[in-house]
């Protein structure tokens, strides 16, 4: 049985700018950050489908500190998605639209989770991301 987390997140900025938050690699090192010490994750993320990418963290006793992916589809400005592996490999999806009034909703959907622990950690994952995502766009 695989699990799909779906999040939607509305930002005040244009879709323009959400795009390259998502998919411009020194932008994504200030808000995909390690969740246990605040830093930047390094990578080398490129928005183009199947560009291989790391995002690196230092290592912990339980994990390599190492996610992988492969870009599968990139939409400018509206649908990425890419494979994010560690420990278990999903498929990440995101879904920007644009609302009027300087509004842009940001949806996320993870797919291929294998249990209620890891749908959990994810959710919680990307809305602390999301939160320092939204700092990123005021800038």
Not at 15 to 21: C, D, P, T, V
Not at 42 to 63: A, S
Request: aromatic share 10%; net charge negative; hydrophobic share 35%.
């Amino acid at each position: 049985m695989s699990l799909t987390l779906s999040l939607d997140f509305q930002y005040t900025t244009s879709i323009e700018k959400l795009w390259s938050a998502l998919t411009d690699s020194s932008k994504l090192a200030k808000w995909v950050v390690n969740i246990h010490t605040g830093q930047a994750m390094e990578n080398d993320f490129k928005p183009v489908v199947g560009h291989r990418f790391q995002f690196r963290t230092q290592p912990t006793e339980w994990w390599n500190g190492i996610i992988e992916g492969e870009v599968l589809i990139v939409d400018a400005p509206n649908r990425l998605s890419y494979t994010w592996e560690s420990g278990e490999k999903h498929t990440v999806t995101w879904t920007l639209q644009d609302l009027g009034d300087g509004k842009v909703n940001l949806h996320l959907e993870q797919t291929g989770i294998s249990n209620a622990q890891a749908l959990n950690g994810a959710k919680y994952g990307w809305s602390n991301w999301c939160g320092g995502l939204e700092k990123v766009l005021e800038q």
